[in-house]
């Protein structure tokens, strides 16, 4: 840990003589919060000595010096690097510090309100821009008082893609979403306390290391927890203060270092011809958008010829290998999909089998739903084939159903969420192509058991996996600390939302660990875990897409992407006979996923031939 110093609830005339005393031996400010009543405000601040840019410091300006100064630095190359405010709009007293740093991006904004993010003039419309643009917030700061709250911020270029999510809550909501976020692997980043005791926070996944964070402390708790961290080795590298004298409310975080630790790039895999080139276009793929993890094999007649694992992360993340398994998303519909041939193969079933009928559902969910005649008609090769008229998902989230459907434990059971899609209506007519259904495979997962008297994956194995060697296929866990062994050490995703494995009212989760669905119940349309080498040898037999009924089984020349919150998924059949799949531990675009598979063509397309 850095040499430091720190100081809190001291007035200005203390922290300019701790400033002057400080700047001329070699220390530079790297927290600093303003509070308490403007007409005498208190200063926080903490101190690191190493060397760094040039730097300048102020307090105690009004909005208009403080824009006037921003300006005057801006054009010498400054950019603000800390930021603090108290007061109420035109008695408005600021803090801030700014570093020469003259090829960083950035842009900065005060007297923003609180409105709808179609107003340019409010937070909310200054993040989204942000987020759009590929900023994150360095710096926010909320004033002003409960009924004119004002919001001032600096934004920088987001260069290393790292996932961040903000919120505005008060101090019970914060405790939510920080547990809630912190298991996803996010950390307050960005803290700032309102008078009344409101947060304004941001939450990053930037590999900082070991921390420990409080809120709701006292001035005399937070010098409590102050000691205690720094006996540890830890300093404050977050601080926010809000309220007026003992009513003073502090939220800090603690850490060894301010600064998060680079990462770097990691390759695994054997040689093989043209692995330079792969090799490049993923490294410019995932250091792009801060992917740590991913992994491609590429196959010819069921045979993986090339494989690689990558990984871009922080010196004590675990490295990626070829064979590491990763949650798969829609990948998983070819394995239901090969399940199936091999079932109708094998005399189970058919595809004309009706497939409702078939898993005994008979009376839709609420009792009493009317059902579209044509539902019992509905076959398994309909289903497949994304001609069933089905909807694409179930229409709500598991706790809404549940709470509609009186269920009072989380998951919902496959029969009654299969009782409830009995009774969704049908959609009118099947556009060329057919029409996505996630639901679909729903019901197709309960049809490959029936059909196989197996559990899912049991169906799998002996149907489809066994005879190709393949013994990496697993039911995904949902929650955090559920992984199987040898998967991939956890999904990036920097959101949460209302828990979908726990129905209590005020539960959340993040996205990628149930806050967006539940993989246990979603096996065959989405929740499978696997490697890259499995899905490569797959396809080198059953279809990727299942196009039309000439492509049930058998090898398909297409391609099938996947994603979900914290997963990215590819796999694709060629022309020419290989096969290849890709996976990441992140969530990107669709057309993203298009850039990644277009990419691996065309290395293939040069040196596939020696493959």
Not at 233 to 242: C, F, K, N, S, T
Not at 488 to 503: E, I, K, N, P, T
Not at 532 to 538: F, T
Not at 586 to 611: F, K, P, Q, W, Y
Request: charged share 20%; aromatic share 10%; hydrophobic share 40%.
């Amino acid at each position: 840990m850095s040499e430091f110093a720190a100081y809190h609830q001291v007035d200005g005339v203390t922290h300019q003589r701790r400033f002057d005393e400080l700047a001329g031996s070699g220390f530079r400010p790297v927290v600093l919060n303003v509070s308490g009543d403007p007409d005498d405000p208190r200063y926080a601040a903490v101190w690191v000595r190493r060397p760094g840019p040039d730097w300048r410091g102020v307090h105690g300006l009004s909005a208009p010096d403080y824009q006037a100064c921003l300006d005057e630095l801006s054009d010498q190359g400054f950019a603000p690097t800390v930021l603090s405010v108290v007061g109420p709009l035109g008695a408005e007293v600021f803090a801030a510090v700014f570093e020469q740093r003259t090829e960083e991006q950035w842009f900065a904004r005060q007297g923003l309100g609180w409105d709808l993010a179609s107003n340019p003039d409010s937070l909310a419309f200054q993040q989204r821009r942000a987020y759009d643009e590929g900023y994150l917030p360095r710096c926010l700061a909320v004033y002003g008082d409960a009924s004119d709250r004002r919001f001032a911020g600096v934004w920088v270029r987001n260069s290393h893609a790292v996932p961040w999510s903000w919120w505005w809550t008060d101090s019970g909501a914060y405790r939510r979403f920080f547990a809630a976020l912190v298991d996803s692997g996010q950390r307050p980043a960005v803290l700032s306390v309102a008078g009344d005791g409101r947060l304004l926070s941001v939450f990053h996944d930037d590999g900082l290391g070991e921390w420990h964070a409080r809120h709701e402390m006292s001035a005399s708790a937070y010098q409590q927890v102050f000691d205690a961290q720094n006996a540890e080795g830890r300093r404050p590298v977050v601080l926010a203060a809000g309220g007026v004298g003992d009513w003073a409310q502090y939220a800090g975080v603690f850490a060894a270092d301010d600064v998060a630790p680079l990462r770097s790039w990691n390759v695994t895999g054997g040689d093989f011809a043209g692995a330079d080139d792969l090799d490049a276009a993923l490294r410019r793929f995932m250091v792009h958008r801060g992917i740590r993890s991913g992994s491609v094999a590429i196959g010819r007649d069921g045979t993986i010829v090339a494989s690689r694992g990558y990984t871009w992360a922080e010196p004590d993340y675990p490295i990626t290998a070829p064979g590491t398994t990763f949650r798969i998303a829609s990948l998983s519909k070819i394995f239901t999909a090969a399940a199936l041939s091999r079932l109708v193969e094998a005399g189970r079933l058919a595809w004309s089998t009706p497939a409702f009928p078939f898993v005994g559902i008979t009376s839709p969910l609420p009792a009493g739903t009317p059902v579209d005649p044509a539902a019992d008609a509905i076959t398994v090769g309909q289903l497949v084939l994304r001609t069933s008229r089905l909807p694409r998902d179930f229409g709500r989230q598991q706790r809404e159903l549940a709470t509609q459907l009186g269920v009072p434990v989380a998951p919902v059971p496959t029969d009654v969420l299969l009782r409830y899609l009995y009774g969704l209506p049908l959609a009118g007519e099947v556009p060329p192509g057919g029409l996505y259904s996630n639901a679909a495979f729903h019901l197709l997962t309960e049809v490959v058991e029936r059909a196989s008297g197996l559990p899912f994956v049991g169906a799998l194995d002996r149907y489809v996996l066994a005879e190709l060697g393949i013994r990496d296929v697993a039911v995904a866990r949902t929650a955090v600390r559920a992984r199987q062994p040898g998967e991939v050490v956890g999904y990036d995703h920097a959101d949460v939302r209302a828990s979908q494995l726990d129905f209590a009212p005020d539960a959340l989760a993040p996205n990628a660990y149930g806050g967006e669905m539940v993989l246990e119940t979603a096996l065959g349309s989405g929740g499978l875990i696997t490697s890259a080498p499995s899905i490569a040898r797959v396809i080198a037999r059953y279809p990727v897409w299942n196009a039309d009924d000439t492509h049930l089984t058998g090898r398909e020349v297409t391609t099938r992407f996947g994603a979900f919150d914290g997963t990215s998924s590819g796999a694709t059949s060629r022309r020419d006979g290989l096969d290849f799949a890709f996976l990441f531990n992140r969530r990107v675009a669709d057309e993203e996923r298009v850039e990644i598979r277009n990419a691996i063509n065309v290395v293939l397309n040069t040196h596939g031939g020696s493959l």
